[in-house]
Structures are given as C-alpha cells and as structure tokens.
C-alpha cells in the first residue's frame, strides 16, 4: 500500500494563529467584516464572527448567521466573500477570498452537519437567543419578542441557525506595523555568547521571543538574536505571501525539487550576522545556530560554513540540499548538533527528517525523538534546549 502524502499546512494558516493568539486580549479581535454581492450587483458587507475551522479542513473558516439573513439570498447567487480582519494589536489585517457555504437544517453533508450542531453547542445561551428574534432587518416592534427563555446547549438547533464556511482560496497578509529585521535580547552579564534562533514559514523572530526569557537565568552572558524572514510567494501555496527563509517548490522534497538559490541566500545572511557578531568581539565559536522547521534546515546548512560554529540546535527540520557534499566543513566536523522531532509531526513527517541526516556521520550529532509531539515545542523539548545550550556557551 502506497504511504498518504499529506499537505503541508498553508502559510495562512500559522499566520492568522499567531494573530489571534497577540490579540486574544481585544475582546473584538474574532470580528471580521464579510462582503458580499447582492442580487442587483451592489456590495453588501457586515460583521459576523469567526468560530473556529471546520473539523477536518483547517482551510474552511466557520460563522453562524441566520437562515432568514439577506445574505443568504446573496450567497446562492454567488458563493463568492472575502472577509477582511483587522487585529489592533500587531497592526496587520487579513483579507481570505473563497467560496461560500451555507450549512442549514436541510444539508445533507454528515461532516458539515455535525460542524453546525458543534457551533451551535458552543455559543452561549445569549448567541442561540438571536435565532428567536424576529425576522432580521425588520423594524423593532414588542420588545417582549426579543427577550424569549433561550435555547441551550442540549436543546434542538433551530432551523434558522445556520453554518456559514468560507472556503479560503486567496490570502493577502498585510502588516501595517514597523517591521523589525531582527529582535535582539542582550544578555544580563557581559557579553560572551550569543544564539541566533530562525523561526518558521509563516512566522517572525518575536514569535520565539519566550525562549531567551525562559533561558535568561541559565545563559546569563548570551545575547539572542531573532531575525525575521522576508517576504516571499511560495510556490506550494499558489504564489501566497509569507515569510519564508526559501521558497517550497510544488514537488519539495528531493534535492532537485528544492529552491537552493534561496537557501544560499538565506546562507549568505547567516553569514552576514555572524560577521557583525565578530565585529562585536564574539567570534563564531561562540554563536549556536538554531532554528525551527524552516529555521532549522537552514541552522543545520550553515553547518556547511567555514566558520566554527558551537553548536546548532534544529527543531522539527531536515537537512537541505542532500545531494551536495560533504554536509559539513571541516571547520564544523566537531560542531555538536543536536536535532528533536516529534513521531506525531504531520508538517515535517519523522521519517523524512531521519532520511534527511542519515549520511551526517559526525562527532557530536545527536538526533533525539518525542514521542506524541507534533510541529511543536513542549516543556521537555525546552529541557533539552536549555541542556544543550548551557553545555555549549557556559564559557
């Protein structure tokens, strides 16, 4: 039996995460504004809330909105929206074009069916009460039919409550805060090492900003520095914007089917930084190279430099570009390296990140296994960072 071969998750995705995750404090940071086309051919646009993906397709976005809403009518004469949200605390808005669908009483889809009876659970008893109101859009009249006992968790789902999933076909990302190239957090003593920590696709160098605070006591003369990726089109994911330390080409995998230009660029500017590292009177043997998927091919590439290194740290990764030898300098032959991952990562699948390093037959490298973990971090894996870290720059 042929093995699945499973999609990585688009960029999109992590982006809007991370988003809701730095604004989870804006209590209005799950409102978005959806526009649609009437009937007439004008624009219609108003607020619904976002609840959550569709179980089973983290591509599908899910709302709930009335069965008796215009909107309705809008959509089954196109199934086109776009929804554009704003998150106020990162200053970056999202807009997701895609397909429309209602899921009502009469759907006879078992997966879309159990989504709406899942939205349905868990609004609260104040939510479910909108769908007694009368007729949306009328002029308010008794007051007294607004204010019915509510339905509850347990209680049938009204016909007109209906599911709404956006399909997302088309993504634009745009940050309207400063962009930093880097974050920098210096250490509490005298400078003496530093760790250069490259996040993943879809990411920035703040998203990795807990690990020099968790580590801050342990590493009390390393200054971490956590750069940020540009921008680019990923192939993979039809010409969407992320950043990206190298584009994924449609077919990533084999070294022929990887974008090497980009990563020797990415090289380049590792390069780069460890040059302004010696300039500060920290030579390389005193810089870890780290990094998280993405990050962490590109750690385990500069394994490639002529400059020693002390150390590289590779979080759920695998080593680029195979095909060209040797995997490491002569400079590096000694470099301890240490690279985790977990058996439940579906991004980054174990075996091919076993596959990748299986010719890395060098002194000091150590690839260690998680069990349940999936393209992640947990408390026992920052353990091991911590270990691994403090090993190499306690000078």
Known sequence: ?????????????????????????????RYVQLATVRPDGRPANRTIVYRGQLEGDSDVLTFVTDSRSRKIEEIAQSPWGEVAWYFPDTREQLRLLGRLTVVDSATADTRLQQGRQAAWRNMSNAGRLQ????????????????????PTASDPVLDTFCLLCLDVEEVDH??????????????????????????GLGDSGIGWAFLPKLLAEDLPH???????????????FGGQSSTAWFDILPAAGADTQQDAAGMKDTLSYVEHLLEQQAAAGVPSSQVVIGGFSQGGAMALLALRSERQLAGVLALSAFMPLTGEQPLFSEANAQTPTLMTHGNADQVILLERAQRSVAGLTKPGFEFK???????AVRDDLVDDIRAFLTAQLSF
Not at 174 to 191: D, E, F, K
């Open 369 to 375: 296994m998680y069990p349940g973990l999936a393209h």
């Open 131 to 150: 769908f007694l109101w009368p007729q949306p859009g009328e002029s308010r009249g008794d007051e007294s039919l607004f204010s019915p006992a509510p």
């Open 222 to 236: 390393t200054q971490w520095v956590l750069p940020n990726a540009a921008v680019r089109r990923i192939s993979r």
């Open 174 to 199: 745009i940050q309207l805060a400063p962009v930093s190239l880097r974050h920098m957090y210096p250490p509490s003593g005298q400078h003496k090492s530093t760790v250069i920590m490259l996040h």
């Open 1 to 29: 039996m042929q093995a699945a071969v499973r999609a990585p998750a688009a960029p999109w995705r992590e982006v809007l995460q991370r988003a809701l995750k730095a604004n989870e404090a804006c209590r209005h940071s």
